[in-house]
T-cell receptor, first 115, second 114 residues
Framework: GDSVTQMEGPVTLSEEAFLTINCTYT??????LFWYVQYPGEGLQLLLK?????DKGSNKGFEATYRKETTSFHLEKGSVQVSDSAVYFC??????????????FGGGTRVLVKP | DSGVTQTPKHLITATGQRVTLRCSPR?????VYWYQQSLDQGLQFLIQ???????AKGNILERFSAQQFPDLHSELNLSSLELGDSALYFC?????????????FGPGTRLTVT
């Protein structure tokens, strides 16, 4: 079945540091890929998405490129802020007529940015 | 604010009881999804409805059921509750039924079974 693997946290960084969170996937067909962010005590917010190979999703300084050859969708940000402290989830949606388009999530990576 | 609303925000109940969680999707969204988030299982897909019809089932226990009403709001019913059912339950919605459509999540209902 479909699966998503992302690096375990916590990842602790200083403000203005470079952030990378690795994400790899296994899926049938051609999935769409997503990054969601969960701030403490809140629901999941869509951060960015990519729907086909070589697409780059970007939002709020975060970027991720859909790499079909390495089945990866790594999240990057050039200069993190304290407000980026959260849990980040990589997810895929592989639409199958018989199975809808559920999201399959990775385990989440907690990021802590210190001033 | 995603536009997806969930009630109640918190629910505390005893083992063996039954509860109902409610979700209103974003205006215009036809698909509703339910997910469970727990420390040991992570985020797990439970069930999807599209325009009132069940579309897909995931790791949903037989004690759990859901439905989507004509006004597109959805309810998740959890019965014969066990301690292990304590979790955060999220509802999400999307405009249609396709893999490229992003899902927007509500704030969740935190269920505590004592």
């Amino acid at each position: 079945g479909d699966s998503v693997t992302q690096m375990e946290g916590p990842v602790t960084l200083s403000e203005e540091a470079f952030l990378t969170i690795n994400c790899t996937y296994t899926a049938t067909g051609y999935p769409s890929l997503f990054w969601y962010v969960q701030y403490p005590g809140e629901g999941l917010q869509l951060l960015l998405k990519a729907t086909k190979a070589d697409d780059k999703g970007s939002n709020k300084g975060f970027e991720a490129t859909y790499r079909k050859e390495t089945t990866s969708f790594h999240l990057e940000k050039g200069s993190v802020q304290v407000s980026d402290s959260a849990v980040y989830f990589c997810a895929l949606s592989a639409f199958l007529k018989a199975a809808g388009n559920k999201l399959t999530f990775g385990g989440g990576t907690r990021v802590l940015v210190k001033p | 604010d995603s536009g997806v609303t969930q009630t109640p925000k918190h629910l505390i109940t005893a083992t063996g009881q039954r509860v109902t969680l409610r979700c209103s999707p974003r205006s215009g969204d036809l698909s509703v999804y339910w997910y469970q988030q727990s420390l040991d299982q992570g985020l797990q897909f439970l069930i999807q409805y599209y325009n009132g019809e069940e579309r897909a089932k995931g790791n949903i226990l037989e004690r759990f059921s859901a439905q989507q009403f004509p006004d597109l709001h959805s309810e998740l019913n959890l019965s014969s509750l066990e301690l292990g059912d304590s979790a955060l339950y999220f509802c999400a919605s999307s405009v249609a039924d396709g893999g490229s459509y992003e899902q927007y999540f509500g704030p969740g209902t935190r269920l505590t079974v004592t």
